[in-house]
């Protein structure tokens, strides 16, 4: 074991590492997904074993076998999180503990082996710690971190793996909207679902993000940028989108709408706007919320804002929601007041330009 835990940690030298002024070019203005750091964190873990051979080494190709059980069953979870550029220069992470713990339910649900919080933790210090130097300072820019672990055992068979490998690879990210939040375009989807009860949708795993590929097509085709999911029972009430929690605002009540969980993500977004809202003298409401109310409340006004939330996009306002049975705008298709209220409140606390009161922000670097 290292000082912070992680099993047998080494550090692979990279042979050829991105130049200074090529690395400072390519985190200037990168596309999301695209350019990675040099580095990456990995780990496996086998039956007998537990969690072993921690290595921080070069980004590079992996090697897998053909009967690798992830190809085949679709055993695997993953996370996302970003390191911020602090005022002062330092390099800080927000409620990244709450990762951590997501990561260990999706594991629960699709019987992989848990990992111990601190060497989540701690992974992605050491990461940071050679490939800090791409973390971007532009403003609301970041370094996305990807932490995932899949099956890696050959095998063809149904039953849960005997291997798994947990890695962090690390991709700079522009500001998500370069002009200021774009209200959302939406499309319902009344064919398709993305879980059901009993299903896999409260867990961060691929197969839920498959599965919404196809109607976030056919939203793209109706010139709609997310997809709107329904319940998967009666095609009544609102779910998610295909990547983002949604919130629904009533000004004159002080009251938000969200639907409950179960069978939708548990957004770390999503937790914080609880908190945020709730100190600002906001009841917040899990409940069931129908699209037939979406559509009335917004069209009599009573409604009177609606934004989505998610890592990527902090908290975006909804202008727009279609359908096969027509559209409707939600405060006449502009942001509103408190969405960017909240938006702003939170971006301020993850790039450490305001007090942190809760406990939410770790500086690493």
């Keep these: ?39 990456m964190f990995q780990m496996t873990w ?3 074993r537990g969690w072993h051979s921690a290595t921080i080494k070069p980004y590079g190709p ?27 220069g330092g390099i800080g992470l927000f409620r990244a503990e709450a990762n951590a713990h997501r990561l260990n339910l999706s594991a629960q649900r699709m019987a992989m082996p848990k990992l111990p919080e601190e060497w989540f933790l701690a992974s992605i210090r050491e990461l940071l710690a050679v490939d800090g130097e791409w973390v971007p300072s532009q403003e609301e820019s970041s370094l996305y971190l990807r932490p995932y672990m899949f099956a890696s055992e050959a095998f063809l068979g149904v039953r849960p793996a005997k291997e798994f490998t947990y890695l962090v690879i690390a991709s700079p990210a522009a500001a998500y909207f370069k002009n200021g939040p774009k209200p959302l375009n939406l499309w319902v989807s009344e064919e398709f679902n993305r879980a059901g009860p009993g299903g896999t949708g409260a ?13 976030q097509a056919e939203a793209i085709e109706h010139g709609c940028d997310q997809v709107v999911f329904l319940d998967a029972v009666k095609y009544e009430n609102v779910d998610e989108l295909g990547g983002m929690n949604l919130f629904f605002v009533y000004e004159n009540e002080r009251v938000l709408y969200t639907p409950k969980l179960g069978t939708i993500l548990p957004g770390i977004t999503r ?11 906001w009841e917040v409401r899990e409940t069931d919320y129908s699209l037939a109310r979406w559509r009335e409340d917004a069209e009599s006004g009573v409604l009177s804002e609606a934004f989505a939330c998610g890592t990527a996009a902090v908290i ?31 971006l301020d606390l993850q790039h450490g330009r305001t007090e942190d009161t809760h406990g939410w922000t770790t500086k690493v670097v």
């Design 1 to 39: 074991m290292t000082s912070d835990g992680l099993p047998d940690l080494r550090h692979e030298p990279h042979p050829n590492p991105t130049p200074a002024a090529e690395r400072d070019a390519l985190i200037a203005d990168p596309v999301f997904g695209t350019v990675f750091t040099d580095h």
């Design 203 to 215: 867990a961060k795993c691929g197969g839920n993000y498959a599965a919404s590929l196809l109607p």
């Design 316 to 346: 975006t306002p909804v202008g727009t929601v279609k359908g096969r049975s027509g559209e409707f705008k939600v405060n006449g298709g502009e942001a509103g007041k408190f969405t960017m209220q909240l938006r702003q409140t939170i």
């Design 271 to 281: 937790d914080a706007i609880f908190t945020l809202a709730t100190e600002l003298g």
């Design 46 to 48: 086998t039956e007998g």
């Design 62 to 88: 992996l090697t897998l076998s053909p009967a690798a059980a992830v190809l085949h069953y679709a055993q695997e979870i993953f996370e996302g999180l970003k390191a911020y550029r602090y005022p002062d």
